[in-house]
Nanobody
Framework: QVQLVESGGGLVQPGGSLRLSCAAS????????MGWYRQAPEKQRELVAS???????NYADSVNGRFTISRDNAKNTVYLQMNNLKPEDTAVYYC???????????????WGQGTQVIVSS
């Protein structure tokens, strides 16, 4: 089995910073693209940032210049450094990854359980 486990959410004041982490564990053979999504109350889930296995990155316009996605392939972990946080960044943040488990020949999509980020004074 493969699992994605997120950590690092919490309550922060506007202008503050948080760093989210997401580690893949279990029967992982390879990981392709990894990304972070978020879902605010009564809104659709949206892509925040993604990173490929060779470190090509993509950001939503709303976070470009404030958030930085990175990954540590040796640890099967992806990070999201969030700076200059705004109240509109409040959401549940989900990690996602395309993972090929051992003993399987194809990649599948996996999701973490989500971590809450609240930006408020």
């Amino acid at each position: 089995q493969v699992q994605l486990v997120e950590s690092g959410g919490g309550l922060v004041q506007p202008g503050g910073s948080l760093r989210l982490s997401c580690a893949a564990s279990g029967s992982v053979f390879a990981i392709s693209v990894m990304g972070w999504y978020r879902q605010a109350p009564e809104k659709q889930r949206e892509l925040v940032a993604s990173i490929t296995s060779n470190d090509n990155t993509n950001y939503a316009d709303s976070v470009n210049g404030r958030f930085t996605i990175s990954r540590d392939n040796a640890k099967n972990t992806v990070y999201l450094q969030m700076n200059n946080l705004k109240p509109e960044d409040t959401a549940v943040y989900y990690c996602s990854a395309a993972i090929r488990p051992r003993r399987q020949s194809s990649f599948g999509g996996y999701w973490g359980q989500g971590t809450q980020v609240i930006v408020s004074s």
